[in-house]
C-alpha cells in the first residue's frame, strides 16, 4: 500500500522543514504545490522531493489542493498544510493507521489538530479534528474555495472516522501571534469576491459573521449574523455561534444596555435551553447593581449549563466559553448579597471549571501500585492511556475481540491482544502474577464460571478483579427505552446481584461495590417530571412486593473482587480550610490513590460545613484529616475534640505552613488546632523540626505528582519563554533589575503575579494571573501546568526565610514533570536540584544572571537538564510509589489509638489548669 504526502504551499520557509520531517519517513511520496513563493521554500522543498508542482493561485483552496491530488500515485493521501506538523509522538503510527483504516473499509480518517504557539504549546481550549487522511479515489475531491472540505462526486457520502488523538495528531502553527490576523484578512477578501462574483455559498454569512468579529468590525459581523440566523444557514455542530457573536460584538462595541437588552431577549426567546444569554443577561442586572435579579438569571443560566449535553449533544467544546464566567459572576454577586460561604462554593467551581474532576485526585478503577494489568474489552485504549499517566512503570495489556479497535488502541496501549476473557491463555503470552484484572461492560457479559475460576489463579498476593459494570436500571437508559431511543438490553444483560453471584460461585470475594453517578444528572435529578416520575415508580414497587431500593441515578457499578476476604474497614474523612491550593497535592490526589484499596471510603467536608462521622459499628477504624483546620475558640474545640474521640476517630492535622503566629493561636484557641490531634502531618522534615517542640508525634510525607504527562517536544526556533510563579515581593524583587536587563526580542517573560508584573519595566512580559484571584496571584491549577508546559525555563527565586526553609519542593517537581528547565535559590531547592544536572542552583544575584544567560542562549542545555529532571521525577516523585506510605502510616497509629489517646487526653489535662 503506497501513501502520499500532499500538500500547497507559498512563502512556508520558516515551516516546511518542521511539516516535512513529519512526513517523511511516514510516507512512499511527498507531493508539493507551490501557488507562488518567494522566500526559498521551493528550495526547502526540494531537499525531501522532486515532485514540485506549481500552481497559479486564483483564491481558491479547493481547486490548489485538487491540482495537488492530481500528481500523487499512493493508495492513500495525508494533506498537512505547510504549518502544521504531526506531533512527534504520534508521527511513528502514520502507517499503521492508514492501513486500519484500510482493513475497516474506511474512506476518511479525521485528525485532531491542535493549535499551538509558535514554540509548540497548545493555544487554550483551541483544537478542531480535519479531515487529513483519505482513500486517492477520483471522485474524493475538495470543494468551496475557502473553509474548503472533502464531499463525493455524485451526491454519495465518504465513511468517515474519528482518529484518536494518541494515534494521530497534528500541531498547527497558523493560529499562532500575528499569524491568525492575517488568516482571517486573507478569508474575508476571499469570501467577499466570490459575493461579489455571486457565488452565495450556504454557509457564508456564518463565516463571515465569524470572521468580521475576529477582526474587530463588529457592525458587520453583527449583520452577517443576523442573516445566517434568519436564513438557518448553520453548522449543526456550532447552532448557537451567530448568536453568540451578534452578542459578543455588541459588547465589543460598547453598544447600549438597552440595545444589549433586546438583543438578550431575543435571544432567551429563541434560544430558551442556551445558557449563555440569561448569564449575559444576569450582567446587565449586576452593571445597575440589581444583585437580586442578576441572581435569579445567573440561577436559570447554571441550571440550564447542567442541561447542555442533552440539549446541544453536538456543541460540547462551547461548554468551556461560559461555565468559569459564570461561575465568578455567582461569586461576585453571593458577595454583594452577604452569602459569602455561597460565594466561597462558586469560587471552587470557578477554579475547577475547565476541568471539573482534577482537584478531586485520581478516582479511578485501578490501583495505582499495579504494576501489571490486563484489561478486558479495551475498546480505543483510553483506560489504558490514562493509568499509565499515573503509573508510567505498568505493564498494560489490552485484549479485546474486534481488531479494528486494537488498531485505535495500539498507540495508547503498547501490548494488545485480539482475546476475550475466554480465549485469552495467560500462560502462553507471559502474562503474571497479573495485579489487577480489569472488566469493562462488553466483556461482563457471557463472562463464564470456569474463566473467572481461572482468572482468579492468576492474581498477585495483593491482586484485585475490577468489574465495571453498567447499571442496566440507570434512569437515562430507562426512559430512553420508553421514548424508543434505547433498546431494553442494549448494553448489558447481567445486573449486579447476578454478578455478585458469579464472583462468589468461582471461590473469589466481593471486597467493594462502589456506585458511580455523574454530576450532569444532578440538574435532571431536581426536575420535578424526574422526581415525579421515581415516586410513582416506588408506589409501583412497593404495591408489586419488591424490596430492593431505587437505583434510578447510578450510572455504572465498579465491582472489587480478590481471593482473600475483606479485612477491616477504613473511613477517611477530610475536612478541608483551604481546598484551592494546598489540598490538591496533600489531600484529594492521595485520598484519591487510597480509595482504590479494597474496604477503604473517603469523605470530603470543608470549612462551615463539617463531615458526617461514622458509628464505630459500622466503621470501627476512622482517620479524621483535618487540614489547615483552625477552631474558632477554646470552646468550640474543646466540643469538637470530645466528638471526634467518642467516635473513635484518629484526629490528623494536615499543614504545610506554619501557624501564622504561635503566640496569637495560643491566645485564640491554647494551641488546640494542632496539640489536639492524635499526630500532624507536613511535607518537609524542615517543617516538623518546627511543629515537635509542640508535638510528640509528627509525620513527613513529600509532595509528588499524582500523573506524569509525556515528555514535552522541544521547538528549535523563535524566543526563549521565561516563567515565574512565585507571588511573595521578597523572593522576587532581588531579581528584578536582572530580568529587565535580559527581557528582549530573544527572551520573553510571563509572570503569574500581578504585582510582579507591574514592577518589571520591560515591554517584553505577559501577566498570567488572574486579577479577581487574591489581586492576580493565582489561576487554575490547568493553566498553570499550561504555563510549565510552554516554558523553557522555569523560575524558582526564594529568599532566604524561616517560611522557605519550611517550604516543599512541589513547584521545582511539577516543573521538571512538564518538562522545563529549572534555575532556582537554593532555600528550598538545594535538597533536591542537583545543580548543573537536574537544573541550576544560584547563589547571588551575579549568578543569577549567568546561568540565566548560560539557559536562555543554550538549547541543548536546557534540553538535557529538562530530560534529566524529568527522569528525576518519573523514578522517584511519583504518588503511585508512594502513597501507601500513609496508609501504612495510619494503620500504625489506629493500631496504638489507646496510647495516642490518652497523650492526647493528658495535653488536653494541663490546657485546663
Known amino acids: ?241 451567530p448568536w453568540r457573536t451578534w452578542c459578543g460584538a455588541l459588547q465589543a462595541m460598547g453598544a447600549s444596555p438597552e440595545e444589549q437588552e433586546e438583543m438578550l431577549r431575543l435571544a432567551m426567546k429563541e434560544c430558551p435551553k442556551a445558557p449563555d444569554f440569561y448569564a449575559f443577561y444576569g450582567g446587565l442586572f449586576m452593571a445597575r447593581e440589581d444583585f437580586a435579579s442578576a441572581w435569579e438569571y445567573l440561577v436559570k443560566a447554571e441550571q440550564l449549563l447542567g442541561e447542555f449535553q442533552k440539549n446541544y449533544p453536538l456543541e460540547q467544546n462551547s461548554l468551556y466559553r461560559i461555565r468559569g464566567t459564570l461561575y465568578r459572576a455567582m461569586g461576585d454577586v453571593c458577595l454583594k448579597l452577604g452569602k459569602r460561604d455561597l460565594a466561597q462554593h462558586y469560587a471552587e467551581l470557578e477554579w475547577q471549571a475547565d476541568a471539573p474532576g482534577e482537584a478531586r485526585g485520581y478516582s479511578g478503577s485501578i490501583p495505582p501500585r499495579s504494576r501489571l494489568v490486563v484489561e478486558f474489552a479495551c475498546g480505543d485504549g483510553e483506560t489504558g492511556r490514562a493509568f499509565r499517566r499515573i503509573q508510567p512503570e505498568c505493564r498494560y495489556i489490552g485484549a479485546d475481540p474486534d481488531k479494528s479497535l486494537l488498531c485505535v488502541a495500539e498507540k495508547s496501549i503498547p501490548e494488545t491482544i485480539a482475546a476475550t476473557p475466554a480465549s485469552l491463555d495467560f500462560a502462553a503470552e507471559g502474562i503474571g502474577p497479573v495485579d489487577c484484572i480489569l472488566y469493562q461492560d462488553r466483556a461482563i457479559h457471557g463472562l463464564t464460571l470456569e474463566c473467572l475460576r481461572r482468572h482468579g489463579k492468576q492474581l498477585s498476593e495483593e491482586g484485585q478483579m475490577v468489574f465495571v459494570l453498567e447499571n442496566v436500571g440507570y434512569f437515562r437508559y430507562v426512559t430512553g427505552c420508553f421514548a424508543g431511543r434505547e433498546k431494553p438490553f442494549g448494553r448489558s444483560m447481567v445486573t449486579l446481584q447476578e454478578l455478585g453471584r458469579l464472583i462468589g460461585n468461582a471461590g473469589l470475594h466481593v471486597l467493594q461495590v462502589d456506585a458511580v453517578r455523574l454530576a450532569e444528572d444532578e440538574a435532571e435529578a431536581a426536575r420535578p417530571e424526574s422526581r415525579a416520575l421515581l415516586a410513582a415508580f416506588d408506589a409501583w414497587r412497593k404495591a408489586a412486593g419488591m424490596k430492593e431500593g431505587r437505583d434510578a441515578w447510578v450510572c455504572r457499578y465498579i465491582v472489587r473482587a480478590a481471593r482473600k476476604p475483606l479485612g477491616s474497614k477504613l473511613l477517611l474523612h477530610s475536612l478541608l480550610g483551604e481546598p484551592l491550593l494546598s489540598a490538591r497535592a496533600r489531600v484529594r490526589e492521595p485520598l484519591g490513590f487510597l480509595g482504590t484499596d479494597p474496604g477503604i471510603q473517603c469523605r470530603e467536608g470543608s470549612k462551615g460545613k463539617g463531615v458526617h462521622l461514622a458509628s464505630r459499628k ?91 504527562p509525556p515528555m514535552r517536544e522541544f521547538g528549535e526556533d523563535g524566543p526563549v519563554t521565561v516563567f515565574c510563579g512565585v507571588t511573595q515581593e521578597e523572593d522576587w524583587q532581588e531579581i528584578l533589575p536582572v530580568l529587565d536587563e535580559m527581557a528582549g526580542e530573544d527572551i520573553h517573560l510571563r509572570i503569574l503575579d500581578r504585582v510582579f508584573f507591574e514592577a518589571l519595566a520591560t515591554e517584553h512580559k505577559v501577566q498570567v494571573g488572574n486579577d479577581a484571584w487574591q489581586d492576580g496571584r493565582m489561576v487554575p491549577y490547568r493553566i498553570y501546568k499550561e504555563e510549565l508546559r510552554r516554558a523553557d525555563i522555569v523560575l524558582l527565586p526564594r529568599k532566604d526565610t524561616e517560611r522557605n526553609r519550611m517550604k516543599s519542593d512541589l513547584l521545582f517537581i511539577e516543573a521538571a514533570g512538564h518538562g522545563a528547565a529549572v534555575l532556582a535559590a537554593p ?87
Not at 652 to 669: H, K, M, Q, S
Open 1 to 241: 500500500m503506497r501513501i502520499s504526502a500532499c500538500l500547497i504551499m507559498r512563502d512556508a520557509a520558516k515551516d516546511l522543514v518542521e511539516c516535512l520531517e513529519s512526513l517523511k519517513d511516514g510516507v512512499d511520496e511527498i507531493v508539493v504545490v507551490d501557488t507562488g513563493s518567494v522566500d526559498g521554500s521551493v528550495e526547502i522543498a526540494r531537499r525531501y522531493t522532486d515532485k514540485i508542482f506549481f500552481f497559479d493561485w486564483r483564491d481558491d483552496f479547493a481547486a490548489a489542493r485538487n491540482y495537488c491530488l492530481e500528481q500523487a500515485t499512493g493508495d492513500w493521501i495525508v494533506f498537512l498544510d505547510s504549518d502544521e506538523r504531526l506531533s512527534r509522538e504520534t508521527r511513528g503510527n502514520l502507517r499503521r493507521v492508514v492501513e486500519g483504516l484500510a482493513a475497516m473499509g474506511y474512506d476518511v480518517g479525521e485528525i485532531r489538530r491542535d493549535n499551538v504557539d509558535e514554540v509548540g504549546v497548545a493555544l487554550e481550549e483551541s483544537w478542531d479534528y480535519s479531515e487529513r487522511i483519505f482513500r486517492n479515489d477520483p471522485l474524493l475531491r475538495y470543494r468551496e474555495a475557502v473553509h474548503e472540505h472533502l464531499a463525493l462526486s455524485g451526491g454519495g457520502e465518504a465513511k468517515n472516522i474519528l482518529l484518536p488523538p494518541e494515534d494521530l495528531r497534528i500541531l498547527h502553527k497558523g493560529y499562532a501571534g500575528r499569524r491568525l490576523q492575517g488568516k482571517y484578512r486573507r478569508d474575508l477578501q476571499i469570501l467577499e469576491q466570490m459575493r461579489r462574483r455571486g457565488e452565495e455559498k450556504r454557509l457564508m454569512d456564518y463565516y463571515l459573521a465569524l470572521l468580521y468579529n475576529q477582526v474587530g468590525e463588529y457592525a458587520k459581523a453583527i449583520g452577517h449574523a443576523k442573516e445566517a440566523i434568519r436564513k438557518k444557514a448553520v453548522p449543526p455542530i456550532d447552532t448557537l455561534s
Open 618 to 708: 459500622e466503621f470501627p477504624r476512622q482517620v479524621l484529616l483535618r487540614q489547615r483546620q483552625h477552631f474558632p475558640d477554646r470552646k468550640a474545640a474543646r466540643q469538637q475534640i470530645s466528638v471526634m474521640r467518642k467516635a473513635g476517630c484518629l484526629i490528623v492535622y494536615e499543614t504545610d505552613v506554619l501557624p501564622v503566629g504561635w503566640e496569637e493561636a495560643r491566645n485564640r484557641c491554647q494551641n488546640l488546632d494542632i496539640l489536639g490531634a492524635h499526630v500532624v502531618q507536613v511535607p518537609t522534615e524542615a517543617l516538623a523540626e518546627a511543629f515537635r517542640p509542640y508535638h510528640p508525634h509528627v509525620a513527613v510525607f513529600r509532595n509528588e505528582l499524582a500523573e506524569l
Open 827 to 913: 532555600i528550598p531547592y538545594a535538597r533536591t536540584v542537583q545543580d548543573g544536572v537536574t537544573g541550576f542552583l544560584y547563589r547571588s544575584l551575579e549568578e543569577f544572571r549567568e546561568k540565566l544567560a548560560c539557559l536562555a542562549g543554550d538549547r541543548e542545555l536546557r534540553r538535557n537538564m529538562a530530560q534529566a529532571a524529568y527522569g528525576y521525577v518519573r523514578r522517584e516523585r511519583l504518588l503511585c510509589q508512594h502513597y501507601e506510605e500513609r496508609l501504612d502510616f495510619y494503620r500504625r497509629m489506629l493500631d496504638r489509638w489507646q496510647e495516642l489517646d490518652g497523650e492526647l487526653e493528658a495535653r488536653l489535662g494541663k490546657l485546663m489548669r
